[in-house]
C-alpha cells in the first residue's frame, strides 16, 4: 500500500510546469518561485482542522479567531475534539459567539470522531485524495472546498486542482487571455496538462488572478 508523505519537492514541480506549460511558465517567471506552504511542517490534528474550518466558515480572518479564542477559553483546551467540545453545551456556544448551525455542525464531527468515521494522520497517510474527500464531506459543515484546502495547505497532496474556486478559475483565465472564466468543466480539462503538480499549478493561479503592484495585507485562515 502507497504511504503518501507531506508535500512535496515544489522545485520540481515548478521546473516541470515551467517545461510544460509555456503560458503558466511565463508567469512562473514573471512572479518568481513560490514556496512551500507552511502547513506542511506543523503539526496536524484532522478533527481540531475541520472543527476550526467550521468556526471560520463566512467569517472574517480576525471575527473567526475571536471566536474560537473564545470557545477555547470555554473549553479550558486548544485542542477541539469530542472530549473536549462535549465540556460545552450548545447555549453556551452561542455565548462564545457560534451560530446555531455551526454548532449543530461542530455536534456531528464530535459524533462522528466518537464512532471512529474521521481517518486521522496516520489512515490519511495511505488514502488516496479521493477517498479523503469521500470520508469528510459527509460531515455537516464540510464541502469539498474545505477538505481540499486541508490536501493543499495542510496534508500537502501535489495534485488537487480546486476547480470550483473563483480565484483559481480567474488565475487560469488570465493566463490563457480568455474573454471569460472557464467552466469548472472545462478547467479540469484544461488542468490535465498541469498533472501530477496541479496543487502547484493552483498556488500560481491564485497569485496570478490576484497580482497587482499593491501589497496585500495578511489574513488569518483556519488552515493556517
Known amino acids: 500500500m502507497p504511504r503518501f508523505r507531506r ?6 514541480a515548478h521546473d516541470w510546469l515551467a517545461r510544460r ?11 518568481g518561485p513560490i514556496e512551500a506552504p507552511p502547513g506542511w511542517g506543523k503539526s496536524f490534528d484532522p478533527v481540531d482542522a475541520l472543527a476550526r474550518a467550521i ?3 463566512q467569517l472574517s480572518g480576525k471575527a473567526a479567531s475571536t471566536i474560537v479564542g473564545r470557545v477555547e477559553t470555554a473549553i479550558g ?8 467540545l462535549g465540556r460545552i453545551d450548545d447555549a453556551a456556544l452561542r455565548v462564545c459567539g457560534v451560530s446555531g448551525n455551526k454548532a449543530l455542525a461542530l455536534r456531528d464531527l464530535a459524533r462522528r470522531e466518537a464512532a471512529g468515521e474521521i481517518p486521522d494522520l496516520r489512515r490519511m497517510s495511505v488514502m488516496e485524495h479521493d477517498a479523503i474527500i469521500d470520508a469528510l464531506v459527509p460531515i455537516r459543515g464540510i464541502g469539498r472546498w474545505t477538505v481540499e484546502m486541508m490536501l493543499m495547505f495542510r496534508l500537502g497532496r501535489p495534485d488537487i486542482l480546486p476547480i470550483d474556486v473563483l480565484g483559481v478559475r480567474k488565475g487560469a483565465q488570465r493566463v490563457d487571455k480568455a474573454e471569460v472564466l472557464l467552466a469548472p468543466k472545462a478547467l479540469a480539462e484544461r488542468g490535465e496538462k498541469w498533472g501530477p503538480y496541479r496543487t502547484y499549478a493552483s498556488l500560481y493561479l491564485w497569485r496570478i488572478a490576484d497580482f497587482s503592484d499593491v501589497p496585500k495585507a495578511a489574513t488569518n485562515r483556519s488552515q493556517d
Not at 508535500?7 to 520540481?12: A, I, K, L, W
Not at 506549460?21 to 512572479?31: N, T
Open 21 to 31: 506549460d509555456r503560458r503558466l511558465g511565463a508567469w512562473m517567471k514573471r512572479l
Open 55 to 57: 468556526l471560520f466558515q
Open 77 to 84: 483546551s486548544t485542542r477541539l475534539h469530542a472530549d473536549t
Open 7 to 12: 508535500g512535496f519537492d515544489v522545485q520540481q
